[in-house]
């Protein structure tokens, strides 16, 4: 009956004349549809406008101090403290890991990473780590009429197992989890290949000078002792790698795929190796900061959020779209980020731990949100939020909701961006170090640890894997379990923290409270057991 009645009025759209009809509600109806043609309106076009664009840029390392809108003083972030005057800045936002591999499994799969014994980082011999049957963030978009890129660092391994071949179509990998196109580095920005990855395969690749696994690259910004296992061959692909370049050649290919989708939807997924040793700015960024390198290469960072933004209010799509920054995990004291804290820079803010720890400054990041018209600007929330969230969240924004099976450990926390609920969204997150004796779970103002330290790293000041003890000694933060960088010998085997009263985590409250101990280290059990988030909630 509509479609007799649109053409019943074509020749009176034509003509700029209405004939009315007998009934009312049928005259109505009548004019409604004459502006609809003559206007172009249709219902798929309304609402392929009111989906989002949506740009995430996900950043490698990037600590909860290392933004000038959480604190930092030594560095200056311009562009990403615009996003937050401009949206909302989160308080209590964290990675489900401190570990950059299983960060990012959770941001896509929707699944905490523990469940598939995901805990370190993935490397040149790993497989794809997501099963290519399971619902992932960008499945979900494109579900929707998305356009989906993935451009940056993948980490998530390629093809099928037991190990990559580099030679051939990286098959199954981001092209497989719903992502149209793929433009970006393979592992991360401290380990072989050193090659650049486009939608199947490495670009550059010459069939008479394979890749080969086993020995040294042609050039290397580590010692060979840092490169195991090595991956030697190649040097037409690696000759098109330069480390210096990444953030340029991704900053440019994600204008690129802005601009050839400004009709939208579009979701940019950009994860940067920034800040991920080695620190290897452009040369115009190099001396800029006041912490060194460190600080240098967060400038670039900057930069590239900069050039997003600059293109989409260009292409004046800046009302239309939804930008989160955030980052994998929190900032690492390797050898640069000694040199920082030394200058005064304070990684992770006044949160206790690093990179690859249970505590605070092992998955406490940022995130910042800005969507004009729906996020209200300069406002903050001590919400508690999880990149596990991302999936259910962004597919909501998108008009998609979550279906039974699909990302289990996902919560909508959309109306955590968009409003002020009165109540927690999320009440409880599984957090993960790199080590699994140290599973933590947060529960509202709790946090209890089901291990003694933070489980990370454990070097001294002077090596790439400072951690533990020395490194909280040596950036100047106090825990009740620790003295003269060293253990106590009485300290607890768990630790129990109110984040309310102690968001430093200087002291370990297990003792004064065995009950909420026990409570929550049932509750640890039950989703190690097999009880998803939802199912929790």
């Not at 840092?226 to 330069?242: D, F, Q, T």
């Not at 390797?334 to 690859?356: C, M």
């Not at 699909?406 to 109306?415: A, F, G, H, I, M």
Request: glycine content about 10%.
């Amino acid at each position: 009956a509509t479609d007799a009645r649109v053409n019943m009025l074509a020749p009176a759209a034509s003509s700029k004349r209405i004939t009315l009809m007998r009934h009312p509600l049928q005259t109505i109806l009548a004019v409604f549809l004459v502006v609809g043609l003559t206007s172009g309106w249709s219902a798929p076009a309304r609402a392929a406008e009111a989906r989002p664009n949506i740009v995430l840029i996900f950043a490698d390392d990037l600590g909860y101090g290392d933004v000038g809108c959480y604190g930092a003083t030594k560095l200056k972030t311009p562009n990403i403290d615009r996003l937050a005057s401009q949206g909302r800045r989160f308080t209590d936002a964290h990675s489900a890991s401190a570990v950059c591999t299983p960060s990012r499994y959770a941001l896509l799969s929707g699944e905490y990473p523990f469940r598939r014994e995901i805990w370190g980082p993935a490397m040149n011999q790993s497989a794809l780590l997501i099963d290519p049957d399971k619902t992932t963030l960008a499945d979900l978009l494109k579900g929707q009429g998305y356009a989906t890129a993935c451009i940056g660092k993948w980490h998530l391994g390629f093809g099928s197992k037991p190990k990559p071949d580099w030679n051939a179509d990286l098959k199954p990998g981001p092209l497989e989890l719903g992502f149209d196109y793929y433009f970006g580095l393979p592992v991360v920005s401290s380990h072989p290949p050193f090659v650049l990855i486009e939608n199947h395969r490495v670009l550059g690749l010459d069939p008479a000078d394979p890749l080969v696994y086993g020995g040294t690259p042609p050039t290397t910004p580590y010692p060979e002792k840092m490169l195991r296992p090595g991956i030697s061959g190649g040097k037409a692909a690696h000759a098109l790698y330069k480390d210096d370049q990444l953030g340029t050649q991704f900053a440019a290919k994600a204008v690129s795929f802005i601009r050839e989708h400004r009709d939208g939807p579009f979701f940019l997924y950009l994860a940067t190796p920034h800040i991920h040793h080695p620190f290897t700015p452009d040369k115009r960024f190099v001396g800029t900061s006041q912490c060194g390198l460190y600080g240098d290469f967060i400038h670039e960072l900057d930069w590239m959020v900069g050039q997003v933004l600059a293109t989409l209010d260009e292409l004046k799509l800046a009302d239309r779209t939804l930008v989160i920054v955030t980052s994998d995990n929190g900032g690492m004291v390797n050898l640069t980020g000694q040199k920082a804290v030394r200058a005064g820079h304070r990684l992770n803010g006044d949160l206790l731990g690093f990179k690859f720890d249970a505590w605070e400054g092992g998955h406490r990041v940022p995130f910042i949100a800005r969507w004009p018209g729906h996020i209200e600007p300069n406002s903050t929330s001590d919400q508690l939020i999880c990149h596990v969230d991302m999936p259910a969240t962004l597919a909501a924004a998108a008009g998609r909701e979550i279906k039974s099976g699909e990302c289990p450990d996902s919560l909508n926390v959309l109306p955590a961006l968009t409003g002020t609920p009165k109540e927690p969204i999320r009440r409880r997150a599984v957090l993960a170090p790199v080590r699994k004796t140290h599973l933590a779970l947060r529960d509202e103002r709790w946090l209890y640890i089901s291990a003694r330290g933070g489980g990370g790293f454990a070097g001294k000041v002077g090596q790439h894997a400072l951690g533990g003890p020395p490194a909280l000694q040596f950036a100047g933060e106090v825990n009740s379990d620790i003295e003269n960088g060293k253990f106590k010998s009485d300290a607890p085997n768990e630790q129990l923290y109110d984040l309310q009263a102690d968001p430093r985590q200087t002291t370990n409250v297990v003792r004064e409270n065995p009950e909420i101990a026990r409570r929550m280290k049932a509750l640890l059990k039950r989703y190690q057991e097999g009880m998803t988030e939802r199912e929790g909630k």
